[in-house]
């Protein structure tokens, strides 16, 4: 079969469990894990607004996760583009992809070029709009917190 270089790419912003688990799971499935990070410039293209943490930190971060070989940023605007520069054989997305529109093109694409697919469970209970959402009510407004004597 040959050697599973796996490709796993995410905006990896306030990074969380959920990233953690993604890259582990990812690791666990091939013998070599590239972590995709995405640049600032496409996630304002592709979700309207910048990452709070900037590319070269967030690169910074995945390349130190002890499942990650390497990391690269992710700045083409497809996924096929990046396979041609990298060429992994096992893409890992999570299952939030599965079913969807985009899930099914990226599965017709990359069937064409013999990479596999895999899916590993969305973490809901954490994730970076759930984060993102929290600091931006701590801007609007000041919340008191007895923990800290005084206010966050």
Known sequence: MGIRIGYAAGAFDLFHIGHLNLLR??????????AGVVADELLLESKGRLPVVPLVERL????SVQFVDRAVPEDMPTKL???????FNVLFKGDD???????DELERVFTRVGVEVVYFPYTVHTSSTALRLALDTLR?????????N???
Do not use: Y
Request: with cysteine; aromatic share 8%.
């Open 25 to 34: 799971h990812a690791k666990s499935q091939c013998d070599f894990l590239i």
């Open 140 to 148: 609007r407004g000041v919340t008191h917190d007895p923990m800290m």
């Open 97 to 103: 992809w599965k079913g969807s529109s985009k899930g």
């Open 60 to 63: 910074e971060i995945v390349s």
């Open 150 to 152: 005084g206010t966050v």
């Open 81 to 87: 583009e990046m396979w041609e520069e990298l060429g």
